[in-house]
């Protein structure tokens, strides 16, 4: 198989399986890198294409209608075409090698020899590119998405929606302000120890990777850990640690940590960069519901499982898959994970909630229900004067809510919900 035609083939079956399932981008990703030893060029090729087509699926699924009355979203036919919309439109990628190479992946996917209706299709829409340029076509999230973000306005609609198309930039954090210094590549300070990188790069070839000095880690991911303080030699429980990226803050400003996670697979991914960054941190895994309540904390951190609509820059295949979240059971799970935690703090010790997440139901609302139910808690507001750039992230009620669209002027950042209560008696 040439190898256009075969990254064509995957391109649609990571589509396919990213629409039917609920496997995220990374796994599908891998078993294709696996199964066909694919090269550094080839991997960029399909990453790029698939981002692009899931980023801009709206716009082209209404491209695809002015050209053809019914498809099947779910289907390879429509999957190679949007595909290839994304290729000619939006990478300027040369019309006729997409045209024929899709043609010919399309074969192979459906085992039939004809293509004819890809290839009318696909000639029809690139004759009129420049007519479809100039339509006025509209951004649009999914109905489950909606209806959790009624509030919002048209314009604050468009404009999360237009932070999403963007491919979001690498951030990275270190052990200590030398680590930035010494970067091999162009980048903007956002703290003493993490920078936004400008450049395209393999993180693998960062200056200080290798040796452990450095990790990878959103903006907004970074502000929990932040907002916590001074943790040096405070006894601090992570309930939901990995990845790991807090966990590592906590490790590096001097925090007695206690770590657990649920998920395995992801203990085993953070174990791989404890190691790197020479790190001492056994993470247990457990359900964090089910530990003993004895030993209480100075602090407990809760990154709970959630929507995780504030990752949509870097995951855009929330908004693509056929399934929505279960809103519900997450919010469930989120208030035991809280009630859970308020069991474990010393008095005068403090819980930091934090959802990934840009729906109020995962945050806001979470918190609020808490507090009137939990006479021995109160919140303590979170303020801007140790860290003045996320005054304009914090809420009225002294919460932290950032989204995809905010901090323009370090590139983006993923969206957080952060809370911080004391426990009073």
Request: charged residues 25%; positive net charge.
């Amino acid at each position: 198989m040439k190898k256009g035609i075969l990254t064509r083939v995957i391109i649609t079956r990571i589509l396919y399986d990213l629409k039917k399932t609920n496997k995220n981008f990374d796994d599908c990703f891998q078993y294709y890198i696996n199964k066909y030893s694919l090269c550094e060029t080839d991997k960029k090729f399909i990453h790029n294409i698939v981002f692009t087509t899931i980023r801009n699926e709206t716009i082209i699924y209404q491209i695809v209608k002015l050209y053809v009355a019914r498809i099947n979203r779910n289907d390879y036919k429509y999957l190679i075409i949007a595909s290839a919309v994304a290729q000619i439109y939006k990478l300027e990628i040369k019309s006729y090698a997409v045209i024929n190479s899709s043609c010919e992946a399309y074969k192979i996917l459906n085992k039939t020899n004809s293509s004819k209706f890809i290839n009318a299709v696909l000639r029809n829409i690139d004759r009129d590119k420049d007519k479809i340029t100039n339509l006025n076509l509209s951004l649009k999230f999914p109905n489950w998405l909606n209806s959790n973000i009624k509030l919002f306005s048209s314009k604050q609609k468009k404009s999360l929606y237009k932070s999403i198309l963007k491919k979001p930039t690498l951030h990275i954090c270190s052990k200590n302000y030398e680590d930035i210094k010494n970067l091999n590549v162009k980048y903007k300070m956002t703290s003493k120890t993490s920078a936004a990188i400008t450049e395209q790069i393999n993180v693998s070839n960062l200056n200080g990777y290798k040796e452990g000095k450095i990790w990878v880690q959103d903006y907004g991911a970074t502000l929990a850990a932040k907002i916590m303080g001074d943790v040096k030699n405070k006894k601090i429980l992570d309930m939901c640690a990995a990845p790991g990226g807090k966990s590592f803050q906590l490790l590096n400003s001097g925090a007695k940590l206690t770590a657990y996670d649920i998920s395995e697979k992801r203990i085993n991914l953070m174990n791989q960069n404890i190691q790197r960054l020479k790190l001492n941190l056994k993470v247990i895994n457990q359900n964090v519901l089910n530990i003993n309540e004895e030993k209480k904390y100075d602090a407990v951190l809760i990154d709970a499982p959630c929507s995780a609509t504030g990752t949509l820059r870097r995951n855009p295949e929330i908004l693509y898959r056929n399934k929505a979240p279960d809103i519900k059971a997450l919010e469930k799970l989120q208030y035991q994970l809280i009630v859970k935690a308020s069991k474990m703090l010393k008095i005068n010790g403090l819980l930091y909630y934090v959802v990934c997440s840009i729906i109020d139901s995962e945050g806001r609302d979470q918190i609020i229900k808490f507090i009137k139910k939990s006479s021995n808690y109160k919140i303590i507001k979170i303020s801007a004067n140790a860290l003045p750039i996320i005054r304009k992230l914090l809420t009225k009620e002294g919460f932290l809510q950032s989204y995809p669209n905010s901090l323009k002027e370090l590139g983006g950042i993923d969206g957080f919900f952060i809370a911080r209560l004391v426990r009073l008696k």
